[in-house]
Nanobody, 119 residues
Framework: QVQLVESGGGLVQAGGSLRLSCAAS????????MGWYRQAPGKQRELVAS???????TYADSVKGRFTISRDNAKNTVYLQMNSVKPEDTAVYYC?????????????WGQGTQVTVSS
Protein backbone atom coordinates (compact mmCIF):
# COMPACT_ATOMS: atom_id res chain seq x y z
CA GLN A 1 0.00 0.00 0.00
CA VAL A 2 0.93 3.62 -0.48
CA GLN A 3 0.62 6.08 2.39
CA LEU A 4 0.13 9.77 1.63
CA VAL A 5 0.50 12.73 3.98
CA GLU A 6 -0.55 16.19 2.83
CA SER A 7 0.56 19.49 4.37
CA GLY A 8 0.77 23.18 3.64
CA GLY A 9 -2.85 24.26 3.70
CA GLY A 10 -4.13 27.32 5.48
CA LEU A 11 -5.95 30.61 5.16
CA VAL A 12 -4.93 32.89 2.29
CA GLN A 13 -6.39 36.03 0.77
CA ALA A 14 -7.72 36.03 -2.75
CA GLY A 15 -4.90 36.68 -5.19
CA GLY A 16 -2.34 35.15 -2.87
CA SER A 17 -0.26 31.99 -3.10
CA LEU A 18 0.09 28.74 -1.23
CA ARG A 19 2.20 25.62 -1.73
CA LEU A 20 0.93 22.19 -0.76
CA SER A 21 3.16 19.19 -0.20
CA CYS A 22 2.43 15.47 -0.23
CA ALA A 23 4.87 12.86 1.03
CA ALA A 24 4.42 9.31 -0.21
CA SER A 25 5.70 6.19 1.52
CA UNK A 26 5.17 2.45 1.37
CA UNK A 27 4.93 0.76 -2.03
CA UNK A 28 6.48 3.65 -3.96
CA UNK A 29 7.53 1.39 -6.82
CA UNK A 30 3.87 0.82 -7.74
CA UNK A 31 3.18 4.51 -8.43
CA UNK A 32 3.02 5.67 -12.04
CA UNK A 33 1.53 9.12 -11.44
CA MET A 34 0.54 11.46 -8.64
CA GLY A 35 -2.40 13.80 -8.46
CA TRP A 36 -4.04 16.49 -6.40
CA TYR A 37 -7.78 16.34 -5.78
CA ARG A 38 -10.00 18.76 -3.93
CA GLN A 39 -13.41 18.58 -2.34
CA ALA A 40 -15.44 21.65 -1.49
CA PRO A 41 -18.40 21.47 0.91
CA GLY A 42 -21.38 19.86 -0.77
CA LYS A 43 -19.44 19.03 -3.91
CA GLN A 44 -17.83 15.92 -5.34
CA ARG A 45 -14.12 15.36 -5.10
CA GLU A 46 -12.42 16.50 -8.31
CA LEU A 47 -9.00 15.98 -9.83
CA VAL A 48 -7.26 19.33 -10.28
CA ALA A 49 -3.77 18.30 -11.40
CA SER A 50 -1.68 15.23 -12.08
CA UNK A 51 1.90 14.43 -12.97
CA UNK A 52 3.27 11.21 -14.42
CA UNK A 53 6.59 9.59 -13.54
CA UNK A 54 7.89 11.05 -16.78
CA UNK A 55 6.81 14.55 -15.82
CA UNK A 56 3.74 14.92 -18.02
CA UNK A 57 1.21 17.18 -16.33
CA THR A 58 -2.53 17.71 -16.67
CA TYR A 59 -4.74 20.37 -15.13
CA ALA A 60 -8.41 21.01 -14.68
CA ASP A 61 -9.58 23.99 -16.71
CA SER A 62 -10.50 25.81 -13.50
CA VAL A 63 -6.88 25.94 -12.31
CA LYS A 64 -4.96 26.00 -15.58
CA GLY A 65 -2.45 28.85 -15.63
CA ARG A 66 -2.69 29.36 -11.86
CA PHE A 67 -1.64 26.05 -10.30
CA THR A 68 1.53 24.10 -10.96
CA ILE A 69 2.14 20.49 -9.96
CA SER A 70 5.68 19.22 -9.54
CA ARG A 71 7.44 16.31 -7.93
CA ASP A 72 10.74 15.52 -6.25
CA ASN A 73 11.33 11.83 -6.88
CA ALA A 74 14.31 11.73 -4.52
CA LYS A 75 12.03 12.84 -1.67
CA ASN A 76 8.94 10.94 -2.88
CA THR A 77 7.10 14.23 -2.61
CA VAL A 78 4.67 16.00 -4.90
CA TYR A 79 3.83 19.69 -4.68
CA LEU A 80 0.99 21.93 -5.76
CA GLN A 81 1.92 25.58 -6.18
CA MET A 82 -1.26 27.61 -6.04
CA ASN A 83 -1.05 31.19 -7.36
CA SER A 84 -3.73 33.82 -7.88
CA VAL A 85 -6.07 31.84 -5.66
CA LYS A 86 -9.79 32.53 -5.69
CA PRO A 87 -12.51 31.98 -3.07
CA GLU A 88 -13.80 29.10 -5.20
CA ASP A 89 -10.49 27.30 -4.60
CA THR A 90 -11.57 26.80 -0.99
CA ALA A 91 -11.65 23.06 -0.34
CA VAL A 92 -9.91 20.17 1.35
CA TYR A 93 -7.03 19.15 -0.89
CA TYR A 94 -5.92 15.54 -1.14
CA CYS A 95 -3.10 13.93 -3.02
CA UNK A 96 -3.35 10.48 -4.50
CA UNK A 97 -1.28 7.95 -6.37
CA UNK A 98 -2.12 6.20 -9.63
CA UNK A 99 -1.05 2.60 -9.20
CA UNK A 100 0.48 0.39 -11.90
CA UNK A 101 -0.81 -2.96 -10.59
CA UNK A 102 -4.45 -1.89 -10.69
CA UNK A 103 -4.32 1.05 -13.15
CA UNK A 104 -6.52 2.97 -10.74
CA UNK A 105 -6.11 5.71 -8.19
CA UNK A 106 -5.33 4.46 -4.72
CA UNK A 107 -8.25 3.98 -2.36
CA UNK A 108 -5.99 4.78 0.60
CA TRP A 109 -6.60 8.53 0.85
CA GLY A 110 -4.63 10.78 3.17
CA GLN A 111 -6.23 13.10 5.68
CA GLY A 112 -6.16 16.05 3.30
CA THR A 113 -5.23 19.66 4.01
CA GLN A 114 -7.71 22.51 4.26
CA VAL A 115 -7.29 25.52 1.99
CA THR A 116 -9.46 28.52 2.71
CA VAL A 117 -9.38 31.57 0.44
CA SER A 118 -10.89 34.75 1.80
CA SER A 119 -12.31 37.42 -0.48
Amino acid sequence: QVQLVESGGGLVQAGGSLRLSCAASGSIFSISAMGWYRQAPGKQRELVASISNGGTTTYADSVKGRFTISRDNAKNTVYLQMNSVKPEDTAVYYCNAFLLPTLTWSTNWGQGTQVTVSS
